[in-house]
Structures are given as C-alpha cells and as structure tokens.
C-alpha cells in the first residue's frame, strides 16, 4: 500500500498503532501478527526486518500489506500467494 486517502484514510502518514509510515513498516492481521512483530519479508525491504505497525480491514488471516511511498512501486510489487515469511519476534504476552 502506499500513503493515499484512498488506500488508506484521511490521515494516510500515520498508522493505526499511532506510528508515521516508512518503507519496511508492514501491515497484518493482528490476530496473527501484532503491533510490533518482527519478520523478514523475502524480495521486500532489500531483506531487512520489517516491524508490524499497521492494519486493516482487507487484511485477514496470513495476510501482510507491505508499504511503499510511491503508489506505482506498491502496484508493481502486486499480490503475491505463499510468499515464506519468516517470523523473527512476536511481542511477549501477544502470542
């Protein structure tokens, strides 16, 4: 997703856990995933740990929504199925 009302809502640069968005802040079912889980996203955020800080109601289940500025760079990384995630950090008491 990228920082648009349209993708988002009318504060579009702040996140439902209160942060500003940045590139490697992803979204998630927070049923699965916590504010504040940590995971590697292959292909995504030159393969650095990405730190759930965002949500929403399209995301359910094994979902992430990955950030990026540009609205055409989110479209052309697009939807991918049976991406591995690897889960480094789940915040204690979130499990």
Do not use: M
């Not at 988002?8 to 942060?19: E, H, L, N, V, Y």
């Not at 759930?52 to 939807?79: M, P, Q």
Request: with cysteine; net charge positive; hydrophobic share 35%.
């Amino acid at each position: 997703y990228s920082p648009s009302v349209a993708e988002c809502d009318s504060d579009p640069k702040t996140t439902a856990s209160g942060k500003r968005v940045y590139v490697g802040g992803i979204a998630a079912d927070l049923r699965v995933l916590p504010f504040g889980s940590i995971c590697i996203i292959p292909g995504y955020n030159g393969g650095d740990p990405c730190t759930v800080i965002d949500t929403g109601s399209a995301i359910k289940g094994n979902k992430l929504d990955v950030f990026y500025w540009k609205s055409d760079e989110a479209v052309h990384w697009g939807r991918r199925r049976n991406v591995e995630v690897q889960v480094l950090y789940v915040p204690e008491g979130k499990r």
